[in-house]
């Protein structure tokens, strides 16, 4: 499947809001995108494992989309619907991969990097002659028949509502509100850098689409497990700080996550509460899996390190100022040698200025 | 001075964002305050204590805007600017309150409920023959000659910015930015119930003014002093659920608060932790003052409490879903006086339903 790209100038031109992310648009277009998949019959929608709200917000709304335009939609991510993630309009729509290989017509990837973070089981079962994919990280490695990444939009659910605002697709309040929890939740509640002029004209048509703010907001923010709690003040009493303060590191055993019976959803979030402090320049948050490897999570500030790239060392990666990897050893051994690590390049960086 | 209201509906079919704050203007007018402005040589901005990111925003932008426009300019404020906000553009224009009386052609009083919570000392020195006031809360007492009041607007910032845009008076990026710190902060990152496509509309054309969010949100949310993050930990762990897990409370006294080397600007935000549990409708903050008084802070979700009403009972203020009062008494009698009558409270509205 080819996917032209010469009527990009042509699309650019034709847009009612300018461009929607205040750049070029690279690879292809939604448009072309839209056009790939009109023909497809049964088309399945795929997001990364261990999914955020990016994730989960922009393939339900992709979901409705394309079912409202009269295909058959499967959704399926390798780790289902979180269950903090279970207020979100048409949650039962995603579902996991069947037990059988099954066959589409196309398969929508959103918000993923490589192919490897859809997941095993995933990529086992789902077959078609076509992959596309709409995606935001800087990392994308163009891993299907047409691409659009948008590097600079801070949320795949702000491509999305784009493309669906400029080509007049219809939104409607359920889509409206996954678009919008995509979008809060990847900018960090609109506060990252990415998050420009743009997004907030999107997200006021989104609200005038349908999103009641106040009640999403409770959801998404106010809605946190007891255990959230618990396991939050154990992250605080276990923090440590090391190179001269500017590096904020915490940690969480499997033993400890047992006790205080955490799920891997509940982590999320308390890497930046270390990263909030003034004199911190990389926070960083160890968890120690199931598999018994250790999951770090790493945030940065500043442009002081990039978090990408320390995190494709340990065959990691994410964006410059949010990233993570899973690193095989014990969770003191890689603790330590991570912190060593970090400690060395970020006194590489902050002389070279 | 009398506030020609009769040209509400002339002001209103001339806007260029439709109604800026999505309901019928209350009071005065943004034009009318700027007109009766417009006589005043010297005039003084002043906002309440114990001064929020709102309050500043508004006071700062406001000074830029009347100094724009050849007026001799005052701001002061009763405790002077919180270390916390030094970063906000313009900062230095912010004063305390003289020594002596002063006397200015008019004061404009920005996003203060009663004229008390301006301070005893600002009152004493500061004198004008017009008080005019910008503000959005809904217990606004109306104590000024003119009063532009907006209970729906999420923030005094908003009702600024939306006057600005209004009546073509140009926002600089000093303007813009502090503007957005008021609307940023005092919705809670864009998340309480009152943040409104139109507050979305209105901030995308503060970033286009030249706001630069990622900079901004790194001061405002992730340049917290290391004792912050202290006080968090001794918070979260000294948190006590009551009524069933529905309330979270938390206390600081004042030897802890010492021994912490907390600044009172330094509490905030600790309640909103409390809130975001699922299970608690209403979260309480205990803080032990200087003068031996004990300040409370109320959250409430889900209309299952009216925080200001029920901090009116102990003279004290607010809105709906969050408002505080400054109580006599030790702090542990006054804590379990609160606890028990929050329980009361919230056992009489949640069996009334």
């Known amino acids: 499947m080819h996917c032209n790209t010469n009527d990009l100038t042509l699309l650019k031109d034709s847009l009612s809001i300018s461009d929607p992310m205040g750049d070029l648009l690279e690879g292809n277009s939604f448009s072309e995108i839209h056009e790939a998949l009109a023909k497809a019959s049964r088309i ?17 709304a992709a979901a409705m989309w394309l079912q409202n335009e009269g295909h058959v939609i499967t959704a399926w991510n390798e780790d289902g619907l979180p269950e903090k993630f279970s207020y979100l309009p048409g949650a039962s729509l995603l579902g996991k991969p069947t037990e059988q290989v099954e066959y589409f017509d196309a398969v929508l990837v959103l918000d993923t990097a490589s192919k490897n973070r859809l997941g095993e089981t995933l990529l086992a079962r789902a077959r078609a002659p076509l992959w596309v994919a709409i995606d935001h990280h800087v990392s994308n490695e163009q891993f299907t028949e047409c691409n659009w990444i948008e590097p600079r939009a801070p949320a795949t ?6 493309g669906f605002l400029m080509q007049g697709i219809p939104i409607t309040p359920e889509m409206a509100t996954n678009l919008y929890v995509a979008i809060a939740t990847d900018t960090g509640s ?11 004209e999107i997200v006021a048509k989104l609200i005038r689409a ?30 440590q700080f090391s190179a001269d303060n500017r590096i ?28 909030s ?7 960083a948050f160890f968890e120690e899996l199931p598999d018994g490897r250790i999951r770090l999570s790493l945030r940065s500030k500043n442009h002081s390190l990039d978090a990408s790239a320390f995190c494709q060392y340990y065959g990691g990666g994410g964006h410059d ?12 051994f890689v603790q330590t040698n991570v912190l060593e690590r970090l400690a060395k390049v970020l ?4 002389t070279s200025y």
Chains 1, 2 share one sequence.
């Open 321 to 332: 100022m949010a990233a993570g990897a899973s690193i095989a050893g014990s969770l003191e």
């Open 44 to 60: 399945l929608i795929v997001s990364h494992a261990r999914p955020d709200g990016d994730a989960l917000g922009s393939t339900l």
């Open 248 to 275: 904020a590191s915490t940690s969480l055993s499997r033993t400890q996550a047992i006790a205080l019976g955490i799920s891997p959803e509940d982590t999320e979030g308390i890497i930046d509460t270390l990263r």
């Open 347 to 350: 006194n590489i960086t902050l």
């Open 210 to 239: 349908g999103v009641n703010v106040g009640q999403i907001s409770q959801e998404i923010y106010a809605s946190q497990p007891r255990r959230r709690f618990e396991l939050f003040k154990h992250a605080l009493v276990h923090t």
């Open 190 to 200: 609109f506060q990252y850098h990415k998050t420009s002029a743009q997004t907030f």
């Open 277 to 283: 402090i003034k004199e911190v320049l990389v926070a």
């Open 157 to 162: 659910g702000q491509m999305l509502a784009a």
